[in-house]
């Protein structure tokens, strides 16, 4: 029975190393060549890395990638044919290609036809559409390959398989959001039911800035049924054989792996996330401010896990507001993650400031002015740290603070990268339950509890002023996740919010405080994409906006 084998290389590209990631792609040819597979498969825009933004624009970067890609074909002989993508200019016109290189040249050339552009997309503003192609012949049999978003139509793959295709290759480079997976796979299973051809799914891993892509290539026959399911997160090449039967090619089943639950994948993203920012920004550890609360006790444990303790330090910067349980709390939290745990106060700094401005303040009341100098202190003595040191600040407000502005710009919003930014209050608390319970092998960190069980227990509470609670300002935080996500995940109006449940006084609050908080958001560190409505590239909106919702 004729046979192919095809070699997935489900890999993580750099942004910019043309040369690192043509040596990966040498190393999975060359592992393809020792298996005996007729082909190697890399996913989209692999050379350059992905997603690459206006940089692709400049002719020097494209054409330099081209290049690269033209010398790698002359590598590609007496073995396996190797698929890679990249961009690529035709006649002054930009394009996202995949090419096919075999015997020494550029066998064949696939120029994207579909080009998103939503979320955090914007490939119609960066590339021409290309035409729909036929597929290449790559003996035994021939193959179509449609590009990412290409497959997310059903125009391409029925052209490909009415042109002659026996194998739909889809190359990816698909970010991840929460339930991401299923979409693809519901996707895919409707190609292949359309076409009644196999399709393989090749996705990247790795993380760019904000995004982490969550790998999870797939193999589906006919009729939708699984034949190979790569683990999701991973490196990893694996081979697939498809064997030409009497109904047309089947892939042979192979490994399934478990995909693992919501939870899990969004911590795996926040670690990856900031793992891969650290490795391809150039730094090797980071600082935080360690409150003794929930949301920097989870930030030291992502920076732990991604990191490892050595490379990660926790500052507590206490002033008169400070409680003892906080310090303690601190000093336990660092203790259990092994992390390092200084103590700088911030009573006589804030000393100096309040006697360098009474001559100006003077005659007024304190109010938040007086608060935010102590966070706008303490963002001082970790910016200093971070100087010093080489250190990164990591900032630590999730995104139900971040929402409505619950934080001090050039204070606790000041820092490099946010790994919880795209997670709600709520999901912290049961993100930190879900780590004390859990520890995977791609975690740095120990296992068992982490966490303090006080941390997770105790009121939230900012401490810039006596007995302060966050719910003093705020709606109860079960309260006010299900406004922000209705309002901003789900862009419902404030009626429908108030139908939903919910007084209208508090909703119309809410949303006057989401849009006032814009210009602080548009000044925020990056931080870890885990929704289809993380705040960036996913929600654009403008800072100076005086619509308000009146329904």
């Not at 350059?48 to 054409?63: C, E, H, L, R, S």
């Not at 590598?75 to 006649?91: R, S």
């Not at 939290?333 to 401005?357: H, K, N, Q």
Request: charged share 25%; glycine share 8%.
């Amino acid at each position: 029975m004729t046979k192919f084998r095809l070699t997935l290389a489900q890999l993580n590209p750099t942004v910019g190393d043309f040369a690192g990631n043509i040596a990966k792609a040498r190393d999975a040819w060359a592992q393809a060549q020792a298996a005996e597979a007729n082909m190697v498969a890399l996913p989209e825009m692999f050379v350059t890395g992905y997603q690459v933004q206006d940089i692709v624009m400049k002719p020097a970067f494209t054409n330099d990638a081209a290049r690269m890609v033209d010398d790698l074909a002359g590598e590609i002989v007496n073995g396996p044919a190797m698929g890679i993508g990249h961009p690529l200019f035709i006649d002054g016109k930009l394009y996202n290609a995949y090419s096919i290189l075999k015997d020494g040249k550029v066998a064949a050339r696939i120029l994207k036809h579909e080009l998103p552009n939503d979320g955090v997309f914007d490939e119609v503003r960066l590339y021409e559409k290309g035409p729909v192609q036929g597929p290449y012949a790559m003996d035994p049999l021939r193959i179509g390959t449609p590009i990412c978003e290409d497959a997310w139509h059903e125009e391409v793959s029925e052209t490909l398989a009415e042109s002659g295709a026996q194998l739909l290759l889809v190359p990816n480079g698909s970010p991840y959001y929460r339930g991401k997976h299923d979409i693809r796979m519901g996707l895919m299973v409707s190609r292949v039911v359309e076409t009644g051809l196999p399709l393989v799914y090749l996705n990247m891993v790795g993380g760019q800035d904000d995004q982490v892509f969550d790998g999870g290539s797939f193999v589906l026959n006919p009729g939708g049924d699984l034949a190979l399911q790569l683990p999701a997160f991973d490196e990893i090449i694996a081979h697939v054989d498809f064997e030409d039967t009497e109904a047309g090619w089947r892939a042979i089943p192979g490994e399934r792996a478990v995909m693992p639950d919501d939870y899990e994948q969004d911590y795996r993203v926040m670690v990856e996330a900031l793992r891969d920012y650290m490795g391809k920004t150039g730094f090797k550890k980071v600082l935080l401010g360690m409150s003794g609360g929930i949301d920097s006790a989870l930030v030291a444990t992502i920076a732990v896990d991604a990191l490892g303790a050595d490379n990660v330090r926790c500052v507590m910067l206490p002033s008169e507001y400070t409680s003892e349980h906080s310090l303690e709390d601190a000093a336990a939290c660092a203790g259990l993650l092994g992390a390092r745990l200084d103590t700088v106060p911030i009573s006589g700094p804030r000393a100096a400031v309040t006697e360098a401005l009474a001559p100006l303040m003077a005659g007024t009341e304190a109010d938040v002015t007086e608060e935010n100098i102590q966070s706008r202190l303490r963002g001082v003595m970790l910016m200093a740290l971070s100087n010093k040191f080489g250190e990164m600040l990591l900032t630590t407000g999730n995104k139900s603070e971040v929402a409505v502005g619950y934080a001090t710009i050039y204070g606790d919003m000041a820092g490099g990268y946010n790994p919880i930014k795209d997670l709600y209050k709520m999901r912290v608390f049961e993100t930190c339950r879900w780590r004390n319970a859990n520890h995977r092998a791609w975690m740095m960190g120990g296992d068992g509890v982490v966490i303090p069980q006080r941390i997770i227990d105790k009121p939230p509470s900012a401490e810039l002023r006596p007995d302060q609670k966050d719910e003093d300002s705020l709606p109860p935080y079960e309260v006010l996740d299900d406004i922000l996500d209705r309002l901003v995940d789900r862009e419902h109006s404030v009626a429908e919010v108030v139908a939903a449940g919910h007084d209208r006084a508090v909703v119309k609050k809410i949303e006057h405080l989401i849009y006032i908080s814009e210009y602080k958001r548009f000044q925020s560190a990056p931080g870890a994409r885990l929704t289809d409505r993380a705040f960036w590239l996913d929600r654009r909106y403008p800072i100076a906006n005086r619509w308000r919702d009146g329904s």
